[in-house]
């Protein structure tokens, strides 16, 4: 847990209602034994069962196979902490925990394991926690037993009467909002017989975040109640943050290896359309019901508050990409991640790309005659507008302000809105006798890109500039140089598309 940060108005009035709940809770345990009811008596045959500490691992790890073929009584130690930790590139968030990690430590256990459980509440906590796992059978899975003051801890018993892949997730007031900073998990209850043996296995869990600035704004976030209540999460993540799961986080296989992923939705609100891009599952345990698995599934729906194992043997070797099919969240929101394999290529399964050619179908000559009218129409159009002044003047300043636009979308970042550049990095193009002195060459490092020392105004440089005609239309080259001809002092004719079509043909 880093510096305490200030909590949002609502942290606080919850803290105020959370902080008289729970002196009431205290008065009355003081008072008699109507709360805490003391360790259970356990009939003969379960007391006798040996204790086990279980493990438990941070996402996307996940505790070894459980071997036993007996029950046992299995201790859960389960510390909920509040911490500061990084939402995406440059956002940081307070998320609330169930042992440092969002989604919380994956927790297994044994079908008929009696379990001892403890919730611990680390004293720098702001807030009161509970927990209710979807595995318990008894009034809130636990949450009636369970809320905690920080500083404290509760213990509370349960016996694991289903198998099955569960859910936990904190159930305090307000819920969305302790879910929503990331209070939730999972906890496997392996059937009496096991599951089936598998090379890989990983946890994943997809929720949300409401914070109160845009995708990427910067800085702190706090939760948005407002944008909780109308579901509309600036990000849907895997593992707690954009990126949790990608480049050397991404998870890991080998060409032949079965890979197993218990992969929950912790919400608060929204479902996932789970789907690994270039991978078909083998096998789907829907809903994380161990009777039926699905074979042969391209996309499995998991609700939130509910779970799923999917299983598969990975055949080739590449990247395969973890997403909500709902697209949008996946490339604009974040839920997305990897999964990296490696081994040797099987290109009767998958080729890779065969051949590279051109397709022009029936309608490539009705578009060619078309085209070839059109540059007439355009040449004749030129010919009209440079006679007449006033159209060739209004022309221009049309061009500079969609050039303008251009580069404030793909320029500015390098050579700077000002135009100015940056020293050793990138040129100016203000004022820059290299840009100033030959305009086809200007075109040609638009389209072409350059690369090699150049120098600009006695200064040498030696970079790269990336090639730009597979984002540009002529026009827009034309629009771009016109404007950049025309900013900063610089001063020059427009430039026409015709000839940017002429000059791209020319370096092909
Ligand atoms: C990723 C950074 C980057 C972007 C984006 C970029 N450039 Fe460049 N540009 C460079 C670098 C670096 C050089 C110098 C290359 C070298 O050293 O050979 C350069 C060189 C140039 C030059 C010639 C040098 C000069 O100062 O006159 C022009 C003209 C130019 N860029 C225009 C543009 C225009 C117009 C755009 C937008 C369509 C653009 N560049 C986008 C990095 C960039
Ligand atoms: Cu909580």
Redesign the pocket.
């Known amino acids: 847990m880093k510096n305490p940060r200030p909590l949002t108005a609502l942290a606080v009035v919850v803290l105020v209602l959370a902080a008289a709940f729970t002196t009431v809770l205290v008065a009355s345990a003081a008072t008699g034994p109507a709360d805490a009811k003391g360790p259970v008596v356990l009939p003969p045959e379960l007391a006798s069962m040996p204790i086990e500490q279980a493990i438990l691992t941070s996402p996307p790890h996940v505790p070894p196979a459980i071997k036993r073929q007996y029950a046992a009584r299995m201790v859960v130690n389960l510390e909920v902490r509040e911490v500061v930790a990084k939402l995406a590139d440059g956002v940081e968030y307070t998320f609330w925990t169930f042992g440092g990690s969002v989604p919380g430590s994956f927790i297994r256990i044994r079908e008929g394991d009696v379990v001892e459980f403890h919730l611990n509440n680390h004293p720098s906590s702001k807030l009161p926690h509970n927990i209710d796992l979807h595995a318990v059978t008894g009034p809130g899975g636990g949450a009636a037993s369970t809320f905690t003051a920080p500083g404290h801890s509760s213990q509370f018993t349960f016996q694991a009467l289903n198998p099955g892949l569960y859910v936990y997730h904190c159930a305090t007031a307000p819920v969305p909002m302790h879910i929503g900073n990331g209070m939730y998990g999972l906890i496997l209850v392996e059937p009496k017989e096991g599951l089936p043996i598998v090379d890989k296995e990983y946890y994943v869990m997809q929720g949300e975040f409401y914070t109160t600035g845009k995708y990427g704004e910067e800085g702190l976030q706090s939760f948005d109640m407002a944008k909780a209540i109308d579901e509309r999460p600036p990000y849907i993540v895997f593992n707690g943050a954009v990126g949790s799961l990608v480049g050397d986080k991404a998870i890991t296989a080998k060409v032949g290896e079965q890979v197993r992923i218990f992969f929950g939705v912790g919400g608060p609100n929204i479902t996932s359309s789970f789907h690994i891009i270039g991978e078909i599952f083998d096998k789907v345990y829907p809903e994380a019901g161990l009777s039926l698995p699905n074979r042969h599934v391209q996309t499995t729906l998991v609700p939130s508050g509910g779970a799923t194992m999917v299983e598969f043997k990975v055949d080739v070797p590449g990247t395969f990409i973890l997403v909500d099919h709902s697209l949008t969240r996946a490339f604009n929101k974040g839920a997305l991640g990897m999964l990296k394999v490696t081994g040797p290529e099987d290109r009767v399964i998958y080729s890779g790309k065969e051949i590279d050619a051109i397709y022009l179908g029936a309608q490539a000559e009705a578009g060619s005659n078309s085209a070839k009218r059109e540059a007439e129409l355009k040449t004749q159009i030129a010919a009209a507008m440079s006679s007449n002044p006033t159209i060739a003047g209004l022309t221009k300043e049309m061009q500079i302000e969609k050039g303008k636009q251009?580069?404030m979308g793909?320029?500015f970042?390098?050579?700077q809105p000002d135009g100015k550049g940056l020293p050793l990095?990138?040129?100016?193009?203000a004022g820059?006798d290299?840009?100033l002195a030959d305009r086809e060459r200007?075109v040609r490092?638009?389209l072409k890109g350059?690369?090699?020392?150049?120098t600009?105004n006695g200064v040498t440089?030696?970079?790269?500039?990336?090639p730009?005609e597979a984002v540009?239309t002529d026009a827009q080259v034309a629009d771009?140089?016109t404007y950049?001809y025309n900013s900063w002092g610089n001063q020059g004719e427009a430039f026409t598309a015709a000839k940017v079509k002429a000059l791209r043909a020319e370096i092909h």
Do not use: D
Request: net charge neutral; proline share 11%.
């Open positions: 251009v580069y793909l320029c970042a390098c050579h990095a990138f040129p100016p193009l820059s290299y840009l200007a490092t638009v350059l690369t090699g020392p150049i600009v440089i030696n970079s790269v500039m990336p730009q540009l771009v140089l950049v």
